[in-house]
């Protein structure tokens, strides 16, 4: 993915030789803010990526009108209690039983529904950001996160104890 604003060749390749040079120049705090910024600059990338993907894609027959893949979320369950397969937006994951039990218990477990939104995101921040991170989801309000509230209540209930 080459970010829009980057010159071809001699150019680019030029402005990667100067900050390989900077970088001897630059103590850790500096190079720890650099990262961030790149990483900030590849996100913005391919969320600009992304949105011009579901444009095309939410012209796509197979799904229902106005939802696109950005937006659904689907839990498959293995047979015997094995993995549980997380899709949610474009990102497949793998998520033990424990960790779904616990999605399960925050999205019932909160007196509203948008403190349930809060809860499940700052869960997943703690303990499975790579979710958050390949789904692309920056915030509890992101249509990802209420799908998969959704998601989970369709799919399980809360067990009596």
């Given at each position: 993915?080459?970010?829009?604003?980057?010159?071809?060749?001699?150019?680019?390749?030029?402005?990667?030789?100067?900050l390989?040079a900077?970088?001897?120049?630059?103590?850790?705090?500096?190079?720890?803010?650099?990262?961030r910024?790149?990483?900030?600059?590849?996100h913005?990338?391919?969320?600009?990526?992304?949105?011009?993907?579901?444009?095309?894609?939410?012209?796509?027959?197979?799904r229902?009108?106005?939802?696109?893949?950005?937006?659904?979320?689907?839990?498959?369950?293995?047979?015997?209690?094995?993995?549980i397969?997380?899709?949610?937006?474009?990102?497949?994951?793998?998520m033990?039983?424990?960790?779904?039990?616990?999605?399960?218990?925050?999205?019932?477990?909160?007196?509203?529904?948008?403190?349930?939104?809060r809860?499940?995101?700052?869960?997943l921040?703690?303990?499975?950001?790579?979710?958050?991170?390949?789904?692309?989801?920056?915030?509890?309000?992101?249509?990802?996160?209420?799908?998969?509230?959704?998601?989970?209540?369709?799919?399980?209930?809360?067990e009596?104890?």
């Amino acid at each position: 993915m080459k970010p829009k604003n980057v010159p071809a060749g001699s150019t680019r390749a030029r402005w990667e030789k100067e900050l390989r040079a900077s970088i001897a120049q630059i103590d850790e705090k500096g190079l720890r803010f650099l990262l961030r910024q790149a990483q900030a600059l590849i996100h913005n990338a391919r969320v600009e990526q992304m949105q011009t993907s579901s444009e095309e894609a939410a012209d796509e027959p197979s799904r229902p009108a106005g939802e696109s893949a950005r937006e659904t979320v689907s839990i498959e369950k293995a047979a015997g209690g094995g993995p549980i397969f997380l899709t949610i937006g474009r990102a497949r994951k793998v998520m033990a039983p424990e960790e779904m039990k616990r999605l399960v218990r925050v999205c019932y477990a909160a007196e509203t529904r948008s403190e349930a939104l809060r809860q499940l995101f700052t869960v997943l921040v703690r303990e499975r950001r790579d979710i958050l991170t390949d789904a692309m989801i920056g915030g509890p309000d992101n249509p990802l996160i209420l799908a998969l509230f959704n998601a989970v209540r369709e799919t399980y209930r809360l067990e009596d104890r």
